[in-house]
């Protein structure tokens, strides 16, 4: 008989990608710390690491551990899920720590059939800088009030188990593909229910590495789902950068006025990151361009890799 109720997946990836070990050791003590006996704690190994299978067997051996070699972000997710014992499934990334009644908070909703699927409220620990990256990454969180979301954080959120293997994440040239797998959820009637109780936070990113990936993210979500209104903007080509970052840059301003209070900013640093959103997103345009160049990125930036459009 099956007693597990949920499953908390806990990827690896970012870990591997560069992220601080230290920090995927917290999250994973964390989560241990909070979880009752009903629950299980799974892992994904996408590199077989024994520096992984290593620390499982000697810090925390209740860690199921799923190899996933070769697969990347998303899609070791979704293997994880079909291995998973619970009736749940709730995610969090290994550069991510959550809040006291984080899981709980996740699975209220899924518990009572309010919701499907769920968002938590994640944002990048840190001062007034971090607060800028939390809204040029997460701004689709504010306000932060309970509702339906268009996109979620796939390092926060929850699933009936089922309804996740039902309608996937789908396929396509992203890293992560949230926001594709948000808006399907969306379209069939089953949007992602945001939870702001259910709060992480998030390690601070490496500041090109990751404008240059939402920059080419900006494009790519576009090719990837032509439902999206700003997908008609594709057929200018390169010419359509400057609509792509204004967009961007309409919904910073937006996003951190709805969001202020929320991110701790006084009427001063309000002001100012108004005026610097503009300068950052300036960075992005060096991921767009790559999108539209296309070709291998590897090691480029930071060590990040995507594929370019799509031939």
């Known amino acids: 008989m099956n007693d597990c109720e949920f499953s908390v997946i806990l990827e690896s990836f970012t870990s591997a990608e560069g992220g601080d070990r230290d920090r995927f050791r917290t ?26 299978v290593t620390l499982l067997a000697n810090e925390f051996p209740s860690v199921r551990r799923v190899s996933v070699v070769g697969l990347g972000y998303d899609d070791a997710k979704i293997s ?17 720590v959550p809040e006291p009644g984080w899981h709980e908070h996740l699975l209220a909703p899924l518990r009572s059939g309010e919701a499907v699927a769920c968002g938590g409220y994640t944002r990048y620990e840190g001062g007034f800088l971090s607060a800028m990256m939390s809204v040029m990454d997460f701004g689709f969180f504010y306000p932060l009030t309970r509702r339906s979301l268009a996109c979620y954080a796939s390092n926060n959120c929850g699933f009936l188990r089922t309804t996740y293997l039902d309608v996937p994440v789908p396929d396509a040239d992203l890293r992560c593909r949230c926001f594709y797998h948000a808006q399907c959820l969306l379209r069939r ?9 259910a709060r992480v936070l998030h390690e601070a990113q490496p500041f090109l590495r990751e404008r ?53 900013l006084g009427p001063v640093q309000l002001l100012l990151a108004l005026l610097l959103f503009p300068v950052y997103r300036l960075v992005e345009v060096l991921g767009m361009i790559r999108a539209f160049v296309g070709g291998s990125a590897k090691d480029g930036w930071g060590g990040f890799e995507f594929s370019g459009h799509p031939k």
Do not use: H
């Open 80 to 96: 994880a899920a079909t291995a998973a014992r619970g009736q749940f499934v709730l995610y969090l990334d290994g550069d991510c």
């Open 189 to 197: 009637g089953t949007p992602v229910l945001l939870i702001p109780e």
């Open 27 to 52: 999250s994973l003590r964390t989560i241990l710390g909070m979880l009752p006996d009903n629950a299980e704690v799974l892992v994904t190994d996408v590199y077989q690491s024994e520096e992984l």
């Open 212 to 264: 240059s990936r939402q920059g080419y993210d900006s494009i790519a979500a576009a090719w990837a789902d032509p439902a999206l209104p700003e997908a008609r903007w594709l057929k200018f080509g390169i010419f359509s950068l400057p609509l792509f970052y204004c967009m961007n840059v309409l919904n910073d301003w937006k996003r951190v006025c709805a969001g202020r209070k929320d991110l701790g």
